[in-house]
């Protein structure tokens, strides 16, 4: 029988290894790979964001859980993702151009990928042209913008501005310690997150639909 | 005796100093410069050029140990402010760099900062008597993001007679700054002799030197401008999860850092000002904590008493947004510590929101509660004359000092507030029942109508705004292409 309780508590232990050694030996024995992934490791990441927003858990344990649903998907993916069809959305991330302030956009980024997000994150120091092309070449859904600075903050104006003209219809996500929710829509952003519990929320609110 | 706050042992920071000689040679240092590797090559160093990573032997870390001055002078524009970072006395000075948001001062709302709040705030440290020098703490939302940087070194340099410190984001701007300090001085020669300004100069935890950081860090130490090492190693996400691991990591940046600006200019001033800080594990987010403090102290103890350099920690700090019993208790707490560690540069006047707020009133409550902290570690002699045997034989048992000539002469050194209320309840009542922030308001209006610091010179100053043209329309230029 399929043990999907185990696949779940280990998950929701951040026990990468655990894991990885479990969703094998569950699709080896035959198990429905989506089964696993609902009902295992996506049944554990809503259990692991209910305990961080009741204050049970924080960034290490959502972040080691994030680490272990990796591995198990890594198992998954090529399962379910069959022929061309993308199972999961796409998430572009960076620092923008000047500014190399990361920890943010990386915890940003994580998060997103124990939401279920495929993330390419480019790094800090990102020139518009390199966003433009991780977007093609992946087909993103969502461009996940950080600056730290308030003379960098202007460079997301002129990403939004070269997408458009690119005809790249992509939502777009901005955040960042000096940003206010104010600065995004006057950039013409589709969404801001004040931290990265909020931000994966407002991800997946943006490509539900 | 002074009252004075240590924290490991020799011992301890015998070990932390191995480690890190361990992770230099083992691990490396990552440096995104091609002139910093080069210069780490040609010295020794292994360099593997496509991960840009450099392992450091120890007989570079001993050698720049050697030639690093193990003292600090700190010019300003107006000579009767020079001093020295001797690792003796803290001094005080205004916090972070271009803080984008502040709260009003006439409004009470918080706002972006524009050019005119930072002549303010420059004005107003220029005034206060605790700030030993002027960090160019207010971002200028207003102007182009290009020429930001330049426009507050200058607003700054016009607007005190005190020293300054500042930051460049390349080797560039770090140019144009050398040069207005030079026309200001008087010369390179002058310049280095009493460098009017210092500069904070990053690395990226954990272990990574930036190349605009460093290259820039390197070019003023050819200037013999001060450059504060700064990284922010933060326990669990930029550094390991324990205050000693993360200490480790701040000591190993520092000393990358050192070997790079020695070897690129032997005996360039340098500062120990690696600011390790707590967090908040639900955001991530830097935070004021008893961790950040207890840091602080770690950092004093590696930089005074193991490498015998002045160093930097945060002081001031808070992450209240606004001026509450928390601000208060933060700054407090945090300004006492710097005091007790002797910390050479002790930053934060008027910060708010971890560096992301700023207000007007706080500079003048931290410059209260800097001379309160200050009286603390003042040096206290036991003499005759403080034992005051003699004054005590004459006054006997159950008699008073106050007509004493002793009491007359000595009195006058005890602390006295500034802004503090000290009052009985009914004066309190009677000059209006103000709370605190509202009496710094008030400081605030008074300083901006009646203080106005010496001017750069005429002649000079042309000359100032020459370079400072010919900078503006260079950068906007290097912006554009
Ligand atoms: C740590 C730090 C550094 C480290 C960065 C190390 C690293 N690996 O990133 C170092 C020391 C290298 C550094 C360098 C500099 N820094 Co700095 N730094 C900070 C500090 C203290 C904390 C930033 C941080 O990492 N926070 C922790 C993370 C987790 O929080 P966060 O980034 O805000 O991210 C959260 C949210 O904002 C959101 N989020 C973030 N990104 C995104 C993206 C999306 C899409 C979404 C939805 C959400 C989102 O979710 C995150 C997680 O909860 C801030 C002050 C502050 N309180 O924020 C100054 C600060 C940002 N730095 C500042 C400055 C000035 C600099 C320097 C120029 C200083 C210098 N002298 O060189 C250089 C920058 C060089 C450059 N070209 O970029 C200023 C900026 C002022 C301004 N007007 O812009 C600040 C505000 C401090 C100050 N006033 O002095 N810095």
Redesign the interface.
Known sequence: MLDLVEIRDSVINGARNEVRDLVEKAVGEGGDAQKILNEGLVAAINVVGDK?EK?EF???ELVMSAAAMREGLKILRPLLEQGNVKLFKVAVIGTVR?D?H???KS?VGIMLEGAGFSVIDLGVDVETDRFIEAIRQNNADLLGMSAL????M?NMRGVIGALKKAGLNIKTMVGG??LTEQFANEIGADGYAP???SAVRKASELVKG | MKARLTWFSDDEMARIHEASLKVLASVGIRADSKKALDILKANGAKVNYDTNIAFIPRNLVEEALEVMPKTVVYGARNPKYDYILDKKKAHFTADGF?I??IVDWETGERR?SRSEDLVRMVRIADYLDNYDEVWVAL?S?DLP??I?GITSFVTALRNTEKHISHEA?DADEAKFMIEIATTIVGGRKELKKRPLFSVEQSV?SPLKL?E?AVEAAMEFGAAGIPVLCCGMP?P???AP?TIIGTMLIANTEWLAQLVVLQLANPGAPVIYAQIPCGAN?????VIESPESLLFRVGVADMAHRCYDVPCMGYGANTSAKLLDIQAGNEKGQSLLVGALVASDVLPGGGELDDA?CYSLEAMVIDNEIAGEVFRFVENFEVNDDTLALDVIREVGPGGHFLEQQHTLENYKNMWRATISDKETFASWKESGAKPLDNVAAEKVREILATHTPQPIPEDIDKEVSRIYEKAKSELLRKAEA
């Open positions: 961080f204050g924080f960034l290490p000047g190399i990361d920890i943010g915890i600075l308030t003379t960098t202007e310690a000096p931290n990265a519990a | 271009a984008p948001y972006e971002a939302g993001t290009p930001q984001l990226v930036d605009g933060i669990g996400t930029t999860a594990y639900s955001t991530g987010a992301l």
